[in-house]
């Protein structure tokens, strides 16, 4: 026969089979090498028609891999010598004729699959018993899937139910229980319906950000559908998602692709308006399939678009809306824009009850109000590159999983006693033989049989606890099973049979599922309540925040704040109210909550703890010092620079990397940003500042917004700390703040929640200063079981040598660690202080000794 009258997908079943022969070193092409790679065949029209006959293809390829295992083999076998058999000839034979039968202009895998009632082949027999139809009934199956088209092109198979292969019947899925319902969106899907309805252009195009809801409208459109709570012109309409991925996978030939897309359309076209396509992810279909001499998919479309013919629902974000349809006018013109915004707080928390159900009879968990609330006010505050609600909709599904989970694993008491019970019973066999250890032996036994006796209580008290779960499950499952019943009864107008499940079975099953989730105990194994501390837990695990601080009252932390930042930074206490004050005004929710939580600029002499405040207020709000960004403004002093804060643009080296700042914080989000030394960088630098200080966000170099509501902005800088060093007085605070207006535009400075001015440090205060860092040493001490202690003449000797005013603390620090901790770290070296020591460090003849040890 000539290859040229074979389908495309013969020629590649034939092909294949020709290499499988090869493999298995068979000298002749026959019918159970075709049939093994057609019944293989995944997307194939074998198993698309076995499926339709309700017939399992797996006994078959078993039945055709038991015929090739008996086939003899011929070593170093030359494929060009191998001779077509004379039973795959005579079955192509029979299915030309088929193909005659059908009028058709190429044989295709449908002819194959009718001819093999013809043939005398003993295989080919065996499949047609195994298949066990009529090939009539076979013959009304090819046609039901062939519809009304002819193969009169080489790739007809991609023409066959081609919206089943491509796409997924939404309305089917709402009548089948895989949707869950829609809650809210009210507005947007009148507004599709209303789209809908028009006699042109009758195309609404879903735009919004990942996340918002956008193929939930057209889910809820279906549901509405389905219970007939649409206009009449809408009822008994099909929803139906096209898979894009599906249409233009394997793909190989030219044109392929747009074959398969005419077919789609045909389809539609044919259903005269009874079936509505919605395109997810619609921007993908501008260039889809564009090749030299090729159209694109989009520009298969718009004629139909244009008339009315194809009712289509496209959904795509913002950003590629503006990027794909929007430089296609003649595309964009076809689609009316329906914009769906973020919802609120409120419509999540009701979005996210509406689904509560549905999450607890998937995981088999209950979930409590609070976590619902948690769920969302958590994930809006502190999940900031997402969208509400799927932000929250994730994190109760990851809380219910993680729950699950404890479910189906073995309980912590139950896991740590098997495990003692092994590590007994090796030690028992390593000493069970030796006479001396009798004692011990037959003690280890002891404990073995106790731990043994536990185990099997616990395991049985186990076992119970998740069998009376699993029954909740199924009783949550079967009640939803009814309520849907129930829903096609009201809506088919059967009312007797929707009020004997509403008033008969449905209490019953409430009854049974409200009893067994009674039983509460107080030493129960198996936690099934989904809390809001295990919201917490997941958000903490997403975002690195630790469980504590959500989880403790917030309150007490805030009230607390001021002792913890003077206890860390000494004689600046006027100075730490402030930057405390703005934190609370922030907190109390008085502030804009979209700005920062602070923003500082810290004003002194070098070495009086400005740093420190920036580091104490991380280790209290964010519990780490490790969530500081610190940045050094002297490394922007140049115009070009500037651009790294935000990233370099579009066609620049560096454009892929991102921002120093804008990187910094997406990537920690919670944290303090300390900008050392502000009064370096170049002026273009505030102007960049002057949006994160006022709207707490800004766009970087590739668009992304950067959101800076969880930060606290510090600025450390130098300006009139020589006026500073002479007394933080009236008229010295006066003369910095002039020095700085001179220095900063007013519209920076006035963005800044506080100005903060340092004190130096004077006497009173060197004392205090002494003493923690000498509580630090002790603390790094404890560790070894020594205590250290100065005597008053050695803290005096201290003060007296290495303070000096204007370099602040720091002089302090090194001269205590060349002074004291030197002689300390030579003394443990030496022997001279041992394990459990008491150090007194005291002062004689101008020198720090060690007193006592």
């Known amino acids: 026969m000539d290859a040229n009258q074979f389908t495309n997908k013969v020629i590649e079943a034939l092909s294949g089979a020709q290499q499988l022969a090869t493999d298995k070193q068979h000298a002749v092409l026959d019918v159970d090498h075709m049939l093994y790679l057609l019944l293989k ?89 195994q298949i066990g139809k009529s090939k009539e009934e076979v013959k009304k199956v090819i046609l039901e899937i062939r519809g009304d088209h002819m193969v009169q092109s080489k790739d007809p198979e991609n023409q066959y139910e081609v919206l089943q292969k491509y796409g997924r ?43 918002v809801g956008k193929t939930a409208i057209v889910e809820g459109l279906a549901w509405r559908i389905h219970a007939n709570d649409v206009p009449l012109s809408l009822q008994h309409k099909t929803v139906y ?28 076209q044919k259903s005269e308006g009874n079936i509505i ?80 159900s549905s999450f607890e009879q998937h995981h088999g968990v209950r979930i409590t109000d609070q976590a619902i609330v948690s769920a969302a006010s958590l994930s809006n505050r502190y999940i900031t590159d997402r969208f509400l609600p799927d932000k929250a909709i994730d994190l109760i599904d990851e809380a219910c999983a993680s729950i699950r989970m404890e479910i189906d694993s073995l309980p912590e008491e139950l ?43 616990l395991r049985l008290q186990w076992e119970d606890e998740k069998k009376e779960l699993g029954e909740v499950k199924q009783l949550k499952e079967k009640k939803t099973s009814l309520e849907r019943q129930m ?11 929707a009020s004997r499940i509403m008033y008969s079975e449905l209490p019953e099953i409430n009854k049974k599922i409200a009893e067994l989730e009674a039983k509460e105990s107080d030493n129960k194994m198996l936690k099934d309540r989904v809390t809001e501390d295990d919201v917490a837990e997941v958000i903490a695990k997403w975002t690195k925040i630790p469980v504590q601080k959500l989880a403790q009252s917030e309150r007490d932390k805030i009230l607390g704040l001021e002792d913890v930042l003077k206890e860390r930074v000494i004689g600046q206490d006027e100075a730490l109210e402030k930057v405390v004050d703005a934190i609370l005004r922030s907190r109390a929710g008085i502030n804009d909550e979209n700005r920062p939580i602070g923003s500082f600029m810290f004003l002194g002499p070098t070495g009086v703890g400005k740093t420190e405040v920036a580091k104490a207020l991380a280790m209290q709000l964010f519990d780490s010092e490790s969530h500081i960004v610190r940045i050094d403004m002297s490394e922007y002093m140049e115009k070009f620079s500037v651009s790294r804060l935000l990233g370099a643009p579009p066609g620049y080296v560096g454009y892929e990397e991102g921002g120093q700042l804008s990187e910094a914080v997406r990537r920690n989000p919670y944290c303090i940003v300390l900008l050392d030394e502000i009064e370096k960088a170049h002026p273009d630098v505030f102007n960049i500042l002057l949006q994160v200080l006022d709207d707490g966000r800004i766009t970087d ?24 060093l002479n007394g933080n007085t009236a008229e010295n605070r006066e003369l910095v703040m002039n020095e700085l207006k001179a ?19 004077d006497d009173r205060v060197v004392y205090q200063i002494i003493d923690k860092f000498m509580r630090e040493l002790s603390t790094r001490l404890k560790k070894q079981n020594i205590s250290i202690s100065l005597t008053d003449q050695a803290k005096q000797f201290i003060a007296d040598n290495g303070f000096e005013p204007i370099y602040g603390a720091r002089p302090l620090k090194r001269f205590i660690q060349k002074h004291v901790e030197t002689m300390v770290a030579r003394a443990i070296l030496e022997g001279r202080v041992k394990d459990g020591s008491q150090i007194v460090i005291d002062e004689r003849n101008d020198e720090l000794i060690i007193q006592s040890a």
């Not at 088929?98 to 001819?115: I, P, R, T, W």
């Not at 668009?703 to 606290?712: C, E, H, R, S």
């Open 41 to 129: 065949d995944g997307d194939g029209l074998y198993p698309r028609i076995l499926s339709h006959l309700n017939v399992s293809s797996e006994p078959l390829v078993r039945l055709v891999q038991r015929s090739l295992a008996q086939k003899s083999t011929i070593s170093h076998m030359n494929p060009e010598n191998m001779t077509m058999g004379y039973d795959l000839s005579q079955w192509l034979n029979h299915a030309n004729n088929v193909k005659n039968q059908f009028k058709d202009q190429y044989l295709s895998v449908e002819h194959l699959f009718l001819a093999m009632f013809d043939c005398q082949n003993q295989l080919l027999k065996e499949v047609v018993q």
């Open 277 to 356: 396509l919605f395109i997810d992810e619609i921007h993908q279909l501008v260039g889809a399939g564009k090749t030299d001499g090729a159209m694109d998919a989009a520009n298969l479309l718009k004629p139909m678009l244009a008339r009315g013919e194809l009712h289509c629902i496209g959904a795509t974000t913002l950003d590629e809306y503006r990027q794909y349809i929007e430089k296609d006018a003649a595309l964009e013109r076809r689609f009316q824009k329906v914009l769906v915004a973020e919802p609120d707080l409120d419509d999540t928390i009701a979005i996210l009850r509406g689904l509560k």
């Open 415 to 457: 896991d740590d006693i098997t495990r003692e019970k092994n590590r007994l019973k090796m030690e028992l066999l390593s000493i069970e033989k030796d006479e001396q250890n009798k004692e011990r032996a037959q003690d280890i036994s002891k404990k073995i049989a106790n731990l043994e006796e536990r185990e099997k209580t």
């Open 487 to 497: 829903e096609d009864y009201q809506t088919n107008g059967n009312l007797v049979e």
């Open 743 to 761: 220095h900063f535009k007013p519209e920076f400075l006035n963005r800044v929640d506080e100005i903060v001015m340092f004190n130096s440090l």
């Open 701 to 724: 170099s590739k668009g992304n917004v950067i959101n800076f509501k969880n930060t606290i902005i510090i600025m450390t800088s130098n300006i009139g700390s020589n006026y500073l």
């Open 241 to 268: 998602e096209l898979d894009l991925g599906a249409l233009v996978a394997g793909a190989k030939y030219r044109g392929e692709f747009e074959e398969r897309l005419k077919a789609v359309l045909g389809e539609i």
């Open 169 to 211: 019947d939404l309305t089917q899925d709402v009548a089948d229980g895989k949707l869950d319902p829609i809650i809210g969106r009210d507005e947007e899907i009148r507004r599709v319906i209303q789209i809908l309805a028009r006699k042109t252009k009758n195309n609404p195009i879903l735009i919004g950000e990942p996340g």
